[in-house]
Every structure is written in C-alpha cells, then in structure tokens.
C-alpha cells in the first residue's frame, strides 16, 4: 500500500492506530489515537520512561513537546490531502504546568490553512481539557494533492 492510500484509508475509516503503529518513535512514546465526537484525540500512554523529574515526579518536556508535535501532524494527516508528508517550519510549546505521571492527551485544530502552510494548534491535559499542561503552535509546510 503506497503512502497516499494508506492516507485514504486512514481518513475513510480504518483503524487510527495502524497509523501511530507504523511511526517506530510514536511506538516508543506510547501514543495511539482515537476518534471523537471532537475529532482525533492523541493518547500518550504513561511510562516511566517519559517521566524527567524523578523527585516530583513529572513528565520530561521533550515527551510532552513530541505528544503536540505529533498531535498537530496526525491531525494534518487527518483533514488534509496532501502529495506528501508535511514539513515542521516551526513550533512553540507552551509548558503551563507540571504534567503528572498519568496518561496525557492532545487535540489538535486546524488554525489557518493556506496553499502550502498550515498553522495548527495542540493542547495537552492529563484530568481536565479546560486545564491543558501544555500547548503548542505550529507551522507545516506541504504539498498539495495532485502536485
């Protein structure tokens, strides 16, 4: 299966997980994604290995940062038809507070979407979506279906 049909499939209706199965670095974060009445819902499972500050103890914020940024991406995957898959320009992450060793979520929107950047926004929440631990702003550059 080619990258373009597996991208049609992925926004037809398979199974969203076959997606972060295929990405070794989202395997080793212990993401997965779900569908929601809001959309995609980035799942970032606890593990030790994620924690930065034993004493606290915390999620590291490169883990965190690595949760938005692949939130942001998948969500691209999801809404957009593109020839390719896209270019982080830039990011800025926002850390709000300390992220608790626990399961951490993320929900991604489309801000802008332009010709060949689009600008997305990532919250992260652990309890409560209202009280993110972190958010992020993104930029990607792509290449549009058909190019």
Request: with cysteine; net charge neutral; proline share 6%.
């Amino acid at each position: 299966m080619t990258w373009l049909e597996r991208m049609a499939a992925f926004r037809a209706g398979c199974d969203p997980s076959e997606i972060t199965n295929a990405i070794p670095y989202a395997v080793f974060l212990g993401l997965s994604l779900e569908r929601t009445d809001q959309g995609l819902l980035c799942r970032m499972r606890y593990a030790d290995q994620n924690v930065g500050n034993p004493s606290l103890p915390a999620l590291h914020g490169g883990t965190l940062g690595a949760l938005l940024e692949s939130a942001a991406v998948f969500q691209l995957l999801w809404e957009v038809e593109m020839a390719s898959l896209p270019k982080i320009i830039n990011i800025t992450a926002q850390y709000l507070r300390s992220a608790r060793p626990v399961d951490t979520l993320a929900r991604s929107i489309i801000t802008k979407h332009g010709r060949r950047v689009v600008a997305v926004r990532a919250e992260a929440w652990q309890d409560d979506p209202a009280r993110p631990v972190a958010i992020a702003n993104a930029h990607f550059l792509i290449r549009p279906a058909g190019e």
